[in-house]
């Protein structure tokens, strides 16, 4: 039988060089935890040391007695101290023991693979879903990594020169409704927001319209959980075409004040063409309110068309797999993997949220972050929350309030929305 990885001798190098050289502690925290020393006895001494207030051997050994009586932890600690005169070269030692590690893990994940696969009682894709699952827990160990105070202020400097010199105005994706741009300067990298509204505000309207002017420049996928495709595609044909949705709907193409069929029919193939060519991938398929499986597509899709931008409409509708003991709790699981997966592909993540039934009951029904259903664990992950109000359903003027912005502050905007082709177009009137 094969022995798994590992290096006795260089775990103790390490734990010798932190006993002689306290101050490279803080450091190799960062490197290791305490379960990637392979030898048990290893990884005890290793939590005594960082969690130590002082490095006498006599209260260390002390403290591990009183963990296990059982060891002769003087004999061990002398064995670790009287082998290493220098610290040097601790930190390329704790590396090669952090790549020996993640080596177990990839071994002891396949087994556990291997198992899932021959029991007849599991699907395939559960067991590609638990595999992804395993891949992602240990990428985000092996990857964490620390830049010194210099290194990342030199690369915000380097970036604002560069934003001087260029003109450019902020770094993130811009939605093409000069409302939320010029304020937010576009959604940046790894942020997750929030648009937040009552039934029929027109949520899904405005997420499409910022979705499809994203997708003029770079792929966005879009998780449409309470439309099919077609009606989405249905929607879009009427705001790009400017054709009434309801004649769209219907097949009733029959031109009005003066306009020919024709004419309709030319509006409508030209918006066919155009929305033919943009970059928006809308994904309608129920298994996908599953978290894990979202997260798992969007992971597999970005492999081949790098995204600029994930859309899902709406966070209320999707579950996750494993017991929670009450839905605001699986909301919240939910709402930590959106943030995650932001921060994973390094893109904004921009999920639509119902509100709770509390908000009817009040005179002024403009949203609130207190309105959020399961408000306070989707409230901590957001970084942006955006809430849309109309007086009613006929109303053409939209507010658009920023709720809450890390960068931004609070504004709030009115835009037009037509709700008879669906489109939302830039208003100048501006409320503070």
């Not at 193939?269 to 597509?297: C, E, G, R, T, W």
């Amino acid at each position: 039988m094969r022995k798994l990885p590992s290096d006795p001798d260089l775990e103790r190098a390490v734990l010798g060089a932190l006993f002689i050289n306290p101050k490279m502690i803080s450091k190799i925290k960062l490197i290791l935890n305490a379960d990637d020393f392979y030898h048990e006895d290893h990884s005890k001494i290793y939590v005594e040391v960082i969690n130590a207030d002082s490095f006498d051997m006599v209260s260390m050994e002390r403290s591990l007695r009183i963990r296990e009586p059982s060891r002769n932890w003087v004999d061990i600690l002398g064995n670790i101290v009287s082998k290493v005169l220098i610290s040097a070269g601790i930190e390329k030692h704790a590396k090669i023991l952090k790549d020996l590690s993640v080596k177990r893990k990839i071994i002891a994940s396949a087994s556990d693979i291997t198992d899932q696969a021959f029991n007849d009682t599991v699907q395939a894709s559960d067991t590609l879903t638990f595999w992804k699952s395993k891949i992602r827990e240990i990428q985000s160990d092996h990857l964490v990594s620390f830049e010194d105070s210099r290194t990342v202020v030199n690369r915000v400097f380097k970036d604002i020169e560069r934003k001087y010199e260029t003109g450019e105005i902020g770094t993130g994706v811009r939605c093409g409704i000069s409302a939320i741009d010029d304020n937010l300067f576009g959604f940046e990298p790894k942020t997750l927001t929030y648009l937040i509204g009552r039934p029929s505000m027109g949520k899904t309207a405005l997420a499409l319209e910022m979705a499809g002017n994203m997708a003029l420049s770079g792929w966005v996928l879009y998780f449409s959980h309470e439309m099919g495709r077609e009606a989405i595609v249905r929607r879009r044909l009427s705001s790009t075409s400017k054709v009434f949705l309801s004649k769209i709907r219907t097949g009733d193409i029959r031109g009005e004040n003066g306009e020919s069929d024709k004419d309709v029919w030319g509006r409508i193939i030209d918006a066919a063409n155009k929305l033919s060519d943009d970059k928006l991938i809308v994904v309608d398929s129920p298994s996908l309110k599953v978290v894990q499986k979202l997260i798992d597509f969007s992971e597999t899709i970005h492999m081949d068309y790098p995204l600029t931008a994930i859309f899902v409409d709406h966070v209320q509708l999707m579950r996750a797999r494993g017991a929670f003991g009450s839905r605001h709790l699986e909301i919240s699981y939910i709402s930590d993997e959106l943030k995650g997966l932001a921060k994973s592909l390094n893109i904004p993540v921009i999920a639509l949220c119902q509100l709770n039934r509390n908000l009817e009951s009040r005179i002024n029904k403009r949203p609130q972050l207190q309105d959020m259903r399961e408000s306070g664990a989707l409230e901590q992950d957001a970084d942006i929350v955006i809430g849309i109000y109309r007086e009613d359903r006929e109303s053409s003027e939209m507010e658009l309030g920023c709720l809450k912005g890390r960068d931004s502050g609070t504004w709030v905007h009115s835009v037009y929305f037509n709700r008879f082709i669906q489109k939302i177009t830039d208003n100048t009137r501006k409320r503070s």
